[in-house]
């Protein structure tokens, strides 16, 4: 028959070019292991941050420095009369006035360095990030899709800066004492909540994109949505831990399980309007502290029991650790309240809620993205 070819016969016909091998996962190699190895840094960096942040608070110098100067605050007093200075402006303070009065040079200083500390620590975070950021633009080492990312986390380091001097300023206010405790909790859960982005950044960069693209259809969605619940639990109780720490609620009821021999401590309302208690009544922010970390608990204990029905080793493993850190933190919490929140235990008590945080965004990222696993179970 006219027009039929032999099967063996060559086409001369012009044909598609072949797809290039690894097009989807291309961006896996070194430019992908580069910019994790950036967010890396970050997150240590700001875990760091976190600590300093904590002792900040625990040792009282967070007003030790009253004005903001992003830039030329990098240099401290270099002469006495610069100390001097300083001081001054620290003694026009209510802090001062009620509760340091008579601070020597040597005192003020001690309480200086921390603060000084702690912002300039949030300076070279912020140099870091510039430089590095540039640094991966002009190598071409940006996976398609991450700059807009990693733009964004300096966009949250630089409102962290400013939500930072927003707390410290209200402290500054006359008849103020410490800086206002629902400042702390904004200031406390924004850097959290930059700690949780980069966790699940490092995450995803760890595997490559073609891969998440498969896992991801094999993923549990009951238990992605369980693990987001824990997550925005745990984002909770750390604001209410801020609450906390800002007005030194876990001072005071320090007997366990009840408050003052009762289950509600008294005078849970006596603030004026009744709101004002959820912010400045030491009884009842410790109350609501304790009562979501009782919650949170069940919750984690409830989700790791529908995760161990789950066919992944991973992911059973992965919300294993998080049910056994809830045990610890939770633990951890009760005896710190109960020595009266001497400031080694409470930041071992932060601590805990950082490596927390992240073991729920990890259980989160496995539930969604499985790994791959054997018949036998290997992955």
């Given at each position: 028959?006219?027009?039929?070819?032999?099967?063996?016969?060559?086409?001369?016909?012009?044909?598609?070019?072949?797809?290039?091998?690894?097009?989807?996962?291309?961006?896996?190699?070194?430019?992908?292991?580069?910019?994790?190895?950036?967010?890396?840094?970050?997150?240590?960096?700001?875990?760091?941050?976190?600590?300093?942040?904590?002792?900040?608070?625990?040792?009282?110098?967070?007003?030790?420095?009253?004005?903001?100067?992003p830039?030329?605050?990098?240099?401290?007093?270099?002469?006495?009369?610069?100390?001097?200075?300083?001081?001054?402006?620290y003694?026009?303070?209510?802090?001062?006035?009620?509760?340091?009065?008579?601070?020597?040079?040597?005192?003020?200083?001690?309480?200086?360095?921390?603060?000084?500390?702690?912002?300039?620590?949030?300076?070279?975070?912020?140099?870091?990030w510039?430089?590095?950021?540039?640094?991966?633009?002009?190598?071409k080492?940006?996976?398609?899709?991450?700059?807009?990312?990693?733009?964004?986390?300096?966009?949250?380091?630089?409102?962290?800066?400013?939500?930072?001097?927003?707390?410290?300023?209200?402290?500054?206010?006359?008849?103020?004492?410490?800086?206002?405790?629902?400042?702390?909790?904004?200031?406390?859960?924004?850097?959290?909540?930059?700690?949780?982005?980069?966790?699940?950044?490092?995450?995803?960069?760890?595997?490559?994109?073609?891969?998440?693209?498969?896992?991801?259809r094999?993923?549990?969605?009951?238990?992605?949505?369980?693990?987001?619940g824990?997550?925005?639990?745990?984002?909770?109780q750390?604001?209410?831990?801020?609450?906390?720490?800002?007005?030194?609620?876990?001072?005071?009821?320090?007997?366990?399980?009840?408050?003052?021999?009762?289950?509600?401590?008294?005078?849970?309302?006596?603030?004026?309007p009744?709101?004002?208690?959820?912010?400045?009544?030491?009884?009842?922010?410790?109350?609501?502290?304790?009562?979501?970390?009782?919650?949170?608990?069940?919750?984690?204990?409830?989700?790791?029991m529908?995760?161990?029905?789950?066919?992944?080793?991973?992911?059973?493993?992965?919300?294993d650790?998080?049910v056994?850190?809830?045990?610890?933190?939770?633990?951890?919490?009760?005896?710190t309240?109960?020595?009266?929140?001497?400031?080694?235990?409470?930041?071992?008590?932060?601590?805990?809620?950082?490596?927390?945080?992240?073991?729920?965004?990890?259980?989160?990222?496995?539930?969604?993205?499985?790994?791959?696993?054997?018949?036998?179970?290997?992955?």
């Amino acid at each position: 028959m006219a027009g039929q070819r032999n099967i063996f016969e060559e086409v001369s016909e012009t044909r598609k070019p072949a797809a290039t091998p690894g097009g989807v996962s291309g961006d896996r190699g070194r430019g992908r292991g580069r910019v994790r190895g950036f967010v890396v840094i970050l997150f240590v960096m700001v875990v760091v941050q976190i600590a300093i942040g904590g002792l900040t608070r625990l040792t009282d110098s967070g007003l030790s420095i009253t004005q903001w100067a992003p830039i030329t605050g990098a240099i401290p007093p270099l002469t006495e009369a610069a100390w001097q200075a300083e001081l001054e402006a620290y003694r026009t303070t209510t802090e001062y006035q009620e509760q340091n009065r008579g601070m020597s040079l040597g005192e003020f200083k001690s309480i200086y360095w921390w603060e000084w500390g702690h912002r300039q620590w949030a300076r070279i975070i912020g140099l870091v990030w510039a430089i590095g950021f540039v640094g991966l633009l002009a190598a071409k080492s940006v996976p398609v899709g991450w700059t807009g990312r990693l733009v964004f986390l300096g966009f949250l380091g630089g409102l962290q800066g400013v939500a930072g001097w927003w707390m410290v300023h209200s402290g500054l206010a006359p008849g103020m004492f410490d800086v206002a405790s629902y400042r702390l909790a904004v200031h406390l859960g924004l850097a959290f909540w930059i700690l949780a982005l980069m966790a699940w950044y490092i995450l995803r960069l760890g595997r490559g994109e073609a891969e998440l693209i498969a896992a991801r259809r094999e993923g549990d969605r009951r238990l992605v949505a369980l693990a987001t619940g824990l997550i925005y639990l745990s984002i909770l109780q750390i604001l209410i831990g801020a609450l906390v720490a800002g007005i030194d609620a876990g001072r005071n009821y320090i007997d366990w399980p009840l408050m003052a021999g009762a289950f509600t401590p008294p005078d849970m309302w006596v603030i004026e309007p009744w709101y004002r208690n959820l912010f400045e009544n030491d009884g009842t922010v410790q109350f609501f502290h304790r009562i979501t970390g009782y919650v949170l608990f069940a919750s984690g204990i409830t989700v790791w029991m529908v995760a161990r029905r789950s066919a992944r080793a991973a992911t059973k493993r992965a919300f294993d650790w998080v049910v056994l850190m809830l045990l610890g933190q939770i633990t951890l919490g009760i005896v710190t309240v109960m020595y009266s929140s001497p400031w080694h235990l409470a930041i071992f008590h932060q601590f805990g809620a950082v490596i927390l945080i992240t073991l729920v965004v990890r259980a989160r990222f496995v539930s969604r993205y499985p790994l791959p696993q054997s018949v036998r179970g290997s992955t």
